[in-house]
């Protein structure tokens, strides 16, 4: 006679999520090709680390851009809030809202800042001013 094993709930939900992103994962995978003879990219001298520099650049600014209109609007709903409510800890916690969305778009456009102002600064492992 077999033996059933029996999975609670949790372990069954948490068993097919991670199917569910392995095969995503295997589904969306892309190969990379390096430069090479069937590869047209060899003559312009594109690699896979300056294709994957200008992706993540691109991805990047876009982050950035949405981050931005993010941050507006849920700034001017946390004014709002502040202005408009007579209750108290609401006005205290749009402020601490407001306090974190500024704290949080400055760190993304600092890292920007640092990307495209000070990395140059050290190519090749050295400083170069």
Known sequence: MKKRISLSPAAHKGLKATLFVSL???????????TGANNPAATTGTT???????????????IISISTVTAVVCAAVALLLMNFSKNGKTV????AWLKRIAITWAILNGLGFIMAYVTPFFQGGTWNP
């Not at 995503?24 to 390096?34: G, I, W, Y």
């Not at 896979?48 to 876009?62: C, H």
């Not at 205290?92 to 402020?95: H, L, N, Q, T, Y």
Request: proline fraction near 3%; charge should be negative.
């Open 48 to 62: 896979v680390w300056t294709k994957a520099s200008e992706i993540m650049q691109d991805v990047y600014s876009q």
């Open 92 to 95: 205290d916690d749009s402020r």
């Open 24 to 34: 995503c994962s295997a589904l969306t995978a892309m190969p990379a090709f390096a």
